[in-house]
């Protein structure tokens, strides 16, 4: 191994490193969030509405985010299929539940898209146009949540539900400022550049030679204004579901709010469980939950009640792709 080598090997060690570090913090941080909410609760309370569970609805919760998973398959491969008509639904399908089962044990927020990234690398010829597919996807999903985020803030503002501090309305026009930029963005050539060593780094060997080649590919995505703005149409859809997943889960254990305050509030709440100061929104979806549904008479066990079983039907969804990894392994050809 010639000096350049070991150089770049320690480097990657390092980098390694210190995202194993910053994964351990924010995982004490959101550990933190969630016992000082804890000592706030009544547990006698919690655990009397917990008990009080209609199984029938948390079922229904866990159809509709079953259902929300095939939907969110069917967006990326709607965007990948442009360019591979070739790849069936079953088999996007299975890849994606496998990354979201493999990605829950890796110490980094962005596991599921990890896992897509270093799949196609290693089993695809030509992985480049699937790569690019993936990040196009997660801008798509980012961007019609900023719509969905900045509607509802601008509707709980008119409405006066509760006073929206300065804090709040600052986070949600940089968010959205953000999800308007990083589409621009990827026409500058330092952008690309970063992007591009992200992903070898996560793949493991080099994807793309140079910043022309990754730009090329992730440009011919959004030269196809139709194809993106019905993609754009499949994520608010997405969202459209996730907040039934909430509203169905708080009908189970018969929360006293109506569902028009989950429209209101849900896309804010997605949007402050995803700040990068906490994993998985540990701690953040629990709080925000009780922030803005406390404003309309929502006690706080209840909310947390939500914010529990909603965690506990997203780990039963990671049960087939648990169930695909052990009969089948990982598909051979996905990408």
């Given at each position: 191994m010639?000096?350049?080598?070991i150089?770049?090997?320690?480097?990657?060690?390092?980098r390694a490193?210190?995202?194993?570090v910053?994964?351990y913090?924010?995982?004490?941080l959101?550990?933190?969030l969630?016992?000082?909410?804890?000592?706030?609760?009544?547990?006698?309370?919690?655990?009397?509405?917990?008990?009080s569970v209609k199984?029938?609805?948390?079922a229904?919760?866990?159809?509709a985010?079953?259902?929300?998973l095939l939907?969110?398959?069917y967006r990326?491969?709607?965007?990948?299929?442009?360019?591979?008509?070739?790849?069936?639904?079953?088999q996007?399908?299975?890849?994606n539940?496998?990354?979201l089962?493999?990605?829950?044990?890796?110490?980094?927020?962005?596991?599921?898209?990890?896992?897509?990234?270093?799949?196609?690398?290693?089993?695809?010829?030509?992985?480049?146009v699937?790569?690019?597919?993936?990040f196009?996807?997660r801008?798509?999903?980012?961007?019609?949540?900023?719509?969905?985020?900045?509607?509802?803030?601008l509707a709980?503002?008119?409405?006066?539900?509760?006073?929206?501090?300065?804090?709040?309305?600052y986070?949600?026009?940089?968010?959205?400022?953000?999800?308007?930029a990083?589409?621009l963005?990827?026409?500058n050539?330092?952008?690309?550049?970063?992007?591009?060593?992200?992903?070898?780094?996560?793949a493991?060997?080099?994807?793309?030679?140079?910043?022309?080649?990754?730009?090329?590919?992730?440009?011919?995505y959004?030269?196809h204004?139709?194809?993106?703005?019905?993609?754009?149409?499949?994520?608010?859809?997405?969202?459209?579901?996730?907040?039934?997943?909430?509203?169905?889960?708080?009908?189970?254990?018969?929360?006293p709010v109506?569902?028009?305050y989950?429209?209101?509030?849900?896309p804010?709440v997605?949007?402050l469980?995803?700040?990068?100061?906490?994993?998985?929104?540990?701690g953040?979806?629990e709080g925000?939950?009780?922030?803005?549904?406390?404003?309309?008479g929502?006690?706080?066990?209840?909310?947390v009640s939500i914010?529990?079983?909603?965690?506990?039907?997203?780990?039963?969804?990671l049960l087939?792709g648990a169930?695909?990894?052990?009969l089948?392994?990982?598909?051979?050809?996905?990408?």
């Open positions: 010639n000096e350049l080598a150089k770049d090997t320690a480097a990657l060690s390092v490193d210190r995202s194993k910053l994964f913090l924010r995982l004490a959101g550990g933190l969630l016992v000082a909410l804890f000592r706030m609760l009544d547990i006698h309370s919690l655990a009397v509405t917990l008990a199984p029938s609805f948390v229904l919760a866990l159809l985010m079953m259902i929300n939907v969110k398959t990326w491969g709607f965007i990948l299929r442009m360019h591979r008509p070739d790849i069936s639904f079953g996007l399908a299975r890849l539940f496998l990354s089962f493999i990605g829950n044990f890796l110490p980094t927020s962005l596991a599921h898209d990890a896992v897509r990234i270093y799949y196609v690398s290693r089993r695809a010829a030509d992985p480049r699937a790569i690019s597919s993936i196009a996807d801008v798509i999903g980012n961007f019609s949540l900023a719509i969905a985020a900045v509607s509802a803030f709980v503002k008119l409405t006066g539900v509760f006073q929206v501090g300065a804090l709040m309305s986070g949600i026009g940089v968010f959205l400022l953000l999800s308007l990083i589409p963005a990827l026409r050539g330092a952008v690309i550049d970063a992007i591009r060593s992200l992903l070898n780094r996560f493991g060997r080099k994807l793309f030679e140079n910043v022309h080649d990754l730009s090329e590919h992730l440009l011919l959004w030269k204004a139709p194809l993106m703005s019905k993609a754009l149409a499949i994520a608010l859809l997405n969202l459209f579901i996730a907040v039934l997943e909430f509203y169905l889960i708080a009908r189970s254990i018969a929360a109506s569902i028009h989950f429209f209101l509030f849900i804010l997605i949007l469980s995803m700040l990068p100061v906490s994993v998985g929104g540990l953040l979806l925000a939950l009780v922030f803005f549904f406390s404003s309309v929502v006690p706080a066990e209840t909310s914010a529990l079983l909603h965690r506990a039907i997203q780990l039963v969804c087939p169930a695909f990894y052990l089948q392994g990982i598909p051979r050809t996905a990408a």
